[in-house]
C-alpha cells in the first residue's frame, strides 16, 4: 500500500551529481548525499557518520520532509530526527530493508535496550552487532548519532555490508548515549497492568505508534481507549520511534489500554517474501521463534505477564496444506508464549486465518489460542463473528473485531490514518492466584449439577469464574447463574452443553491455563493442575503435590495410552490439548 505522502528522495544521477560537493561543506546535523563512490552505491552522511548504501535506495531527509512515514516496505534510509508524528497507512505490512540514522538525544535514548551496540572510540561500525527481531541498532557515539538498521532473514546480510561500510567524516561531534537516571530505588518502567486486559469497547490500531501529544489528544476528543502497537516481528513495515518503556508506560498508567501485535511469517499460500514453512514440524518451530521474540520485545517495553500478543497472518486463500502450516505455526506460538505467562492473540481475515483456526478449534492436535482478532470490515462496531466463527468459539470475552480500515480520522488538531476495532476482552488465563482462598485439591472430583453443594460445587464455580464466565457469588450452591456458566464454559470448550459437570467438563476446567511441557521431575503450578486433571479423567486419585514424580508419570502415561495418544510420560502440547478439552 503506497504512503499518502509526497516523498522527497534524492537517488537519481543528475541529482547525485549535483550534491557531490555537499558534504564537505555539511554542518553538523545537516544530511546530504553524494555520488556514488562504486557502481550501484551511494554515499549518504548526517552527523559526521558516512555509510554507503544501493543506489536504488530512496534517501529521505527528515529535515525536508519531517511527517514522513519510517517504511520498511521498500529500501530507504532516513536522515535526521523522526517527527513526534508521523503519516504512515494504518494497514501496512511487509519489509525489505531499510536504515534510520537519528542524532543522540533523550527522546532516541529511549529506543535503546540490552541489544543496542556501542561503536569503539574512533570508529563507526560495531562487527558483532547482534539483530533481535530483525533489527540492529548501533550507537556511534563518536558521531553522536543512533543508526536503526531493519531487516529480514534474506536482507540481513546486504544491512550488514552497509553498516560495514560506515566511516567518520571531519564534521562527527561526539555524543555519548544517555544513560538511565533512575534512582536505584525507583520501579522500573512497566504498563499499569496486563494488556488489553479486560475492557469492553472502540479501539483502533495504526502502523506507527502516535506521539504522546497525540494520545493526550484523542483520549480527550476520540471514541477511542485501545491502540494496537506493533511491538515485534521481522515483517513489521513501520520504524517505531515513539514506542518506548515510558511510552508504553505513560499512555497507560493514563487509561489507554494496549493491543502488542507481532508481525512475522506469513501463510506459505501467499506472495509474501516472508513466509513460514511448508511443513507442519517446522511452522511450530518457526511459531516458538516468533513467540521468544515477542516475549523479549514485551519485556523491554514493560509490557508484563499476563498481557495477551497477537500474532499478525494476513489473509491468504486457504489450502489443506497452508492451513495446517499456519495452525501448527500458532501452535508453537501459543505454547512459548503460555511458557512465559503471555496469551496468545492471533489476528487475521476473518474469512481465511480466523476461519481456518475456528474449523479446528477442538483439535487437540493444535494449541488453541486465547484471543481472535479478526479483520472484518463490516462497519459494525461489535464482537459478532458471523458465519466465520460459531457464537459459542472465543466466547469468554476473547474477541476484538477489526471492523473498518484505512480509515482517517482527526481529534484535538492530530490526524492519523487508523484500522478502527472492536475490543470485548477478558484477563483470559487464570493465574495461579485467581482461585488461591478456594480449596481445589480433592481425591475426586464428584459430578455436580443443579441442586448440587458442597466444596466441589465452590470449586468448580471459582474455575468457572476465571475462564470467563459468571457462576454467581461462589458459594458452593449450585444454582441457575451456575448452570449457565457451565453451558457457556462447555459450549466453548466443544463439550455437550448439558450444564453438569461430569469427568469431561472438570478434566477441562482443571487443566486449563497454560500449558509448558512437563514430565518426570517437573515442579510448579502446572503440574498441580495437571495432577488434578488426571484424578478427574482417569476417575482415581492422583496425589497432587506439584511434583512430577513416578505416581503422576504413571498416571499420565496411562492417559496418553488410554486416549490413543504417544504413550511416553510427556505431557507436551497433544496431552494439554486432550486434557483442556475434556477428554
Given at each position: 500500500?503506497?504512503?499518502?505522502?509526497?516523498?522527497?528522495?534524492?537517488?537519481?544521477?543528475?541529482?547525485?551529481?549535483?550534491?557531490?560537493?555537499?558534504?564537505?561543506?555539511?554542518?553538523?546535523?545537516?544530511?546530504?548525499?553524494?555520488?556514488?563512490?562504486?557502481?550501484?552505491?551511494?554515499?549518504?552522511?548526517?552527523?559526521?557518520?558516512?555509510?554507503?548504501?544501493?543506489?536504488?535506495?530512496?534517501?529521505?531527509?527528515?529535515?525536508?520532509?519531517?511527517?514522513?512515514?519510517?517504511?520498511?516496505?521498500?529500501?530507504?534510509?532516513?536522515?535526521?530526527?523522526?517527527?513526534?508524528?508521523?503519516?504512515?497507512p494504518a494497514h501496512l505490512v511487509g519489509r525489505t530493508a531499510g536504515i534510520v540514522v537519528e542524532p543522540l538525544t533523550a527522546r532516541s535514548a529511549g529506543q535503546a535496550t540490552a541489544s543496542t551496540a556501542r561503536t569503539p572510540r574512533g570508529k563507526a561500525t560495531a562487527p558483532t552487532a547482534v539483530s533481535s527481531n530483525d533489527t540492529i541498532q548501533i550507537a556511534v557515539e563518536d558521531a553522536g548519532v543512533l543508526v536503526t538498521a531493519a531487516h529480514t532473514p534474506a536482507t540481513e546480510h546486504l544491512v550488514r555490508d552497509v553498516l560495514a561500510s560506515a566511516a567518520l567524516t571531519p564534521d562527527a561531534r561526539r555524543t555519548e548515549l544517555p544513560r538511565a537516571a533512575q534512582r536505584p530505588d525507583a520501579a522500573p518502567l512497566a504498563a499499569a497492568g496486563p494488556q488489553p486486559g479486560g475492557y469492553l469497547g472502540k479501539g483502533f490500531d495504526t502502523c506507527a505508534a502516535p506521539s504522546q501529544a497525540a494520545m493526550n489528544a484523542w483520549q480527550a476528543g476520540s471514541p477511542y481507549s485501545a491502540v494496537g502497537v506493533y511491538i515485534s516481528g521481522s515483517f513489521r513495515a513501520c520504524a517505531q520511534p515513539n514506542l518506548t518503556a515510558s511510552w508504553v508506560t505513560g499512555r497507560t498508567g493514563n487509561g489507554w489500554r494496549l493491543i502488542p501485535i507481532d508481525v512475522g511469517r506469513q501463510a506459505p499460500c501467499t506472495s509474501f517474501s516472508l513466509k513460514m514453512s511448508t511443513d507442519p514440524a517446522t511452522a511450530r518451530s518457526q511459531g516458538v521463534t516468533?513467540?521468544?521474540?515477542?516475549?523479549?520485545?514485551?519485556?523491554?517495553?514493560?509490557?508484563?505477564?499476563?498481557?495477551?500478543?497477537?500474532?499478525?497472518?494476513?489473509?491468504?486463500?486457504?489450502?489443506?496444506?497452508?492451513?495446517?502450516?499456519?495452525?501448527?505455526?500458532?501452535?508453537?506460538?501459543?505454547?512459548?508464549?503460555?511458557?512465559?505467562?503471555?496469551?496468545?492473540?492471533?489476528?487475521?481475515?476473518?474469512?481465511?486465518?480466523?476461519?481456518?483456526?475456528?474449523?479446528?478449534?477442538?483439535?487437540?492436535?493444535?494449541?488453541?489460542?486465547?484471543?481472535?482478532?479478526?479483520?472484518?470490515?463490516?462497519?459494525?462496531?461489535?464482537?459478532?463473528?458471523?458465519?466465520?466463527?460459531?457464537?459459542?468459539?472465543?466466547?469468554?470475552?476473547q474477541r476484538i473485531?477489526?471492523?473498518?480500515?484505512?480509515?482517517?480520522?482527526?481529534?484535538?488538531?492530530?490526524?492519523?490514518?487508523?484500522?478502527?476495532?472492536?475490543?470485548?476482552?477478558?484477563?483470559?488465563?487464570?493465574?495461579?492466584?485467581?482461585?488461591?482462598?478456594?480449596?481445589?485439591?480433592?481425591?475426586?472430583?464428584?459430578?455436580?449439577?443443579?441442586?448440587?453443594?458442597?466444596?466441589q460445587v465452590k470449586a468448580a464455580q471459582c474455575l468457572l469464574e476465571a475462564a470467563g464466565h459468571d457462576p454467581g457469588t461462589p458459594d458452593g450452591a449450585f444454582g441457575p447463574a451456575t448452570t449457565t456458566a457451565t453451558q457457556d464454559f462447555q459450549s466453548g470448550t466443544g463439550l455437550t452443553a448439558d450444564g453438569v459437570i461430569g469427568p469431561r467438563t472438570w478434566t477441562a476446567l482443571l487443566s486449563r491455563g497454560t500449558a509448558p511441557t512437563v514430565q518426570s521431575g517437573s515442579t510448579g503450578e502446572a503440574v498441580t493442575r495437571l495432577q488434578r486433571a488426571l484424578t478427574a479423567a482417569l476417575g482415581r486419585t492422583v496425589a497432587v503435590d506439584g511434583a512430577f514424580g513416578p505416581d503422576t508419570d504413571q498416571a499420565v502415561r496411562d492417559y496418553q495410552s488410554s486416549r490413543a495418544l504417544t504413550a511416553d510420560g510427556i505431557v507436551g502440547s497433544g496431552t494439554w490439548g486432550a486434557l483442556q478439552s475434556g477428554r
Open positions: 500500500m503506497s504512503s499518502r505522502i509526497p516523498w522527497r528522495v534524492r537517488a537519481g544521477t543528475a541529482t547525485l551529481a549535483a550534491l557531490a560537493g555537499v558534504g564537505a561543506f555539511a554542518a553538523p546535523g545537516s544530511a546530504s548525499t553524494a555520488s556514488p563512490p562504486g557502481a550501484g552505491r551511494q554515499s549518504v552522511s548526517y552527523h559526521g557518520y558516512r555509510v554507503e548504501v544501493p543506489a536504488d535506495w530512496q534517501v529521505v531527509d527528515l529535515a525536508e520532509n519531517p511527517r514522513a512515514c519510517l517504511r520498511f516496505d521498500r529500501p530507504a534510509v532516513y536522515l535526521g530526527e523522526p517527527a513526534e508524528q508521523s503519516d504512515c516468533a513467540a521468544a521474540a515477542a516475549l523479549t520485545a514485551a519485556a523491554n517495553l514493560g509490557i508484563p505477564a499476563g498481557s495477551a500478543v497477537y500474532s499478525d497472518i494476513e489473509g491468504y486463500a486457504s489450502t489443506a496444506s497452508c492451513k495446517a502450516a499456519v495452525l501448527s505455526y500458532l501452535s508453537g506460538w501459543t505454547e512459548r508464549l503460555h511458557s512465559g505467562g503471555y496469551l496468545s492473540g492471533f489476528y487475521s481475515s476473518a474469512s481465511s486465518g480466523v476461519k481456518d483456526a475456528a474449523s479446528e478449534y477442538g483439535n487437540s492436535a493444535y494449541t488453541r489460542v486465547d484471543h481472535i482478532f479478526y479483520g472484518w470490515w463490516n462497519g459494525a462496531a461489535d464482537a459478532n463473528t458471523g458465519s466465520y466463527v460459531p457464537s459459542t468459539y472465543w466466547a469468554g470475552h473485531h477489526q471492523y473498518a480500515g484505512n480509515v482517517t480520522e482527526s481529534y484535538g488538531g492530530y490526524s492519523i490514518n487508523i484500522d478502527r476495532d472492536y475490543l470485548d476482552v477478558g484477563t483470559g488465563t487464570p493465574s495461579a492466584s485467581d482461585c488461591a482462598e478456594t480449596n481445589l485439591d480433592f481425591t475426586a472430583y464428584p459430578t455436580v449439577q443443579s441442586g448440587s453443594a458442597g466444596d
